[in-house]
């Protein structure tokens, strides 16, 4: 008997505060609700973009999977015009070894150059070692001993032995 009183007095409510019905009016600063619309199907070229960007995604995907040492040189080079060292290192390296690109030395040396003068270590001993091989090079007398000397004071570990073997012996002019 004491369990179903209990009952009831849970499922019946004896105050007038619970009675109340919800009113959205009585909120504070009468902040409404409001309630989600159905979204509308979108237009049919909004399909069609979708599916071209994808399509030109995976082509893009394909051509970078095979043609990537071109790649690398116009993204590399695109940097090197920017100024960055490292790129023009890299687009330096890339035309004296004809990798994505047609190879031409005179180039290669010109981006050593750029680079050497922001201070990169590897240009430089490159620049400097492409004048000793004889290639087109705009290098004063003397400079050379500098570029290797600059090279292997920055821990180019061929630069000791080019030191040590050529340029003590009178070979870096």
């Known amino acids: 008997m004491a369990d179903q009183e209990l009952r009831q007095r849970l499922l019946t409510p004896e105050s007038e505060e619970t009675n109340v019905k919800w009113d959205p009016d009585s909120l504070p600063l009468k ?3 409001k ?3 159905k979204a509308k199907a979108d237009p049919c070229y909004i399909y ?5 960007m994808i399509v030109l995604t995976i082509v893009g995907a394909v051509y ?3 043609y990537f040492d071109n790649v690398h ?20 390296q890339r035309y ?6 047609d190879k031409h030395p005179e180039k290669a040396m010109e981006w050593f150059r750029k680079a050497a003068d922001q201070g990169h270590p590897h240009a430089a001993y490159n620049l400097a070692i492409g004048h000793l091989k004889g290639y087109k090079t705009d290098l004063k007398p003397g400079e050379s001993h500098r570029l290797i000397t600059h090279a292997a004071a920055n821990g180019v570990e061929e630069a ?9 012996k009178g070979g870096c002019h």
Do not use: I, M, P
């Open 35 to 37: 309630l989600a619309r």
């Open 64 to 66: 970078c999977w095979f």
């Open 73 to 92: 040189f116009h993204v590399s080079h695109t940097y090197a015009r920017l100024g960055y060292d490292v790129a023009q290192h890299h687009v330096g």
């Open 31 to 33: 902040s409404r609700l």
């Open 48 to 52: 069609v973009l979708e599916v071209f």
């Open 160 to 168: 000791h032995a080019v030191l040590n073997s050529v340029c003590t």
């Open 96 to 101: 004296l070894h004809g990798k994505g690109v």
